[in-house]
């Protein structure tokens, strides 16, 4: 009796270790996979994400922001506005991947080559952990992913850690090639950056990111801080920002150009989408916010 029951455990303790060793091989081989992708991604966010994941890319966008070093070689793919999707064909990639706020403007394109698009949520903190946390569970880098979301939650609590009194109400600029600027509302990623570090931003929507400017409306606000985001181009687009608030008098009367807390937001910390300068963002604009903490 005992020694068929220490046979019977035997063959449990065999089978388990069999179970083990085939879930481990899996995952090694699924891991290789992975590691075998050809991805290409079309702008610098999803760029910095993939570095931070420690992840190699075949495809990567030609922009002035200064990409990974691991990357200065990878074949350029065009600028994030307007990628070549011939070259991403020609690369044959198994994954491309691009904010889903240009969805619009080249999903047909994609289709039409038949290049298979995954489109990341980028417009707020919360949505760039989801997008960290799903890359590192597809990509088997969640030690990775998990590091970065905890440097990132940190850097939540400080700049919370700074709010009180009143909630400096923020109004955000995007600067755009041309002479032209958009306002951002709560719905984009910085004016999601502003309510975390305390701000109140002048323009809510429901679900608009962007609004055109109109001076009978920016009369009606008066707000604390204004911020300017260079974004494509900044040595166009600064000037044309200093050029615009020295031309046009709306400005001329808001409480924050007279006291002087205009701020020009700057890469690599601050961006149209989250990227992985969160921390670094964040500290800036809480000191931004509340400078007599």
């Known amino acids: 009796m005992k020694k068929r029951k220490g046979l019977i455990i035997g063959l449990i303790i065999f089978l388990l270790v069999i179970i083990g060793v085939a879930i481990g091989a899996k995952r090694f081989i699924d891991q290789k996979v992975a590691d075998n992708q050809k991805i290409v991604a079309t702008s610098a966010a999803i760029t910095e994400i993939f570095a931070k994941l420690d992840m190699n890319l075949a495809g990567v966008p030609n922009t002035q922001a200064k990409l990974p070093v691991r990357y200065q070689k990878v074949a350029k793919i065009g600028s994030p506005m307007k990628p070549s999707i011939e070259k991403i064909a020609s690369l044959n990639p198994t994954r491309v991947y691009a904010v889903s706020t240009l969805k619009d403007q080249y999903d047909q394109s994609f289709k039409e080559q038949g290049v298979k698009v995954t489109y990341l949520k980028l417009d707020s903190v919360a949505q760039l952990e989801n997008t960290l946390s799903s890359l590192g569970k597809r990509y088997y880098r969640q030690k990775q992913a998990n590091d970065q979301i905890n440097l990132i939650n940190q850097a939540v609590q400080k700049a919370k850690a700074r709010i009180h009194g009143r909630k400096p109400r923020v109004l955000i600029l995007m600067g755009l090639p041309g002479a032209n600027y958009m306002i951002l509302t709560n719905r984009s990623y910085l004016g999601d950056l502003v309510k975390i570090a305390g701000g109140e931003n002048v323009y809510h929507?429901?679900?608009?990111?962007?609004?055109?400017?109109?001076?009978?409306?920016?009369?009606?606000?008066?707000?604390?801080?204004?911020?300017?985001?260079?974004?494509?181009?900044?040595?166009?687009?600064?000037?044309?920002?200093?050029?615009?608030?020295?031309?046009?008098?709306?400005?001329?009367?808001?409480?924050?150009?007279?006291?002087?807390?205009?701020?020009?937001?700057?890469?690599?910390?601050?961006?149209?989408?989250?990227?992985?300068n969160v921390p670094q963002a964040l500290a800036k604009l809480s000191k931004w916010l509340y400078p007599g903490k």
């Open 205 to 276: 929507s429901a679900s608009q990111i962007y609004l055109s400017p109109s001076n009978d409306s920016l009369a009606t606000k008066n707000p604390d801080v204004i911020l300017r985001l260079e974004h494509a181009l900044p040595k166009v687009t600064l000037p044309q920002f200093k050029q615009e608030f020295k031309k046009n008098s709306v400005w001329k009367s808001m409480k924050a150009v007279k006291t002087g807390r205009v701020y020009d937001l700057q890469q690599p910390d601050f961006n149209a989408s989250a990227n992985m």
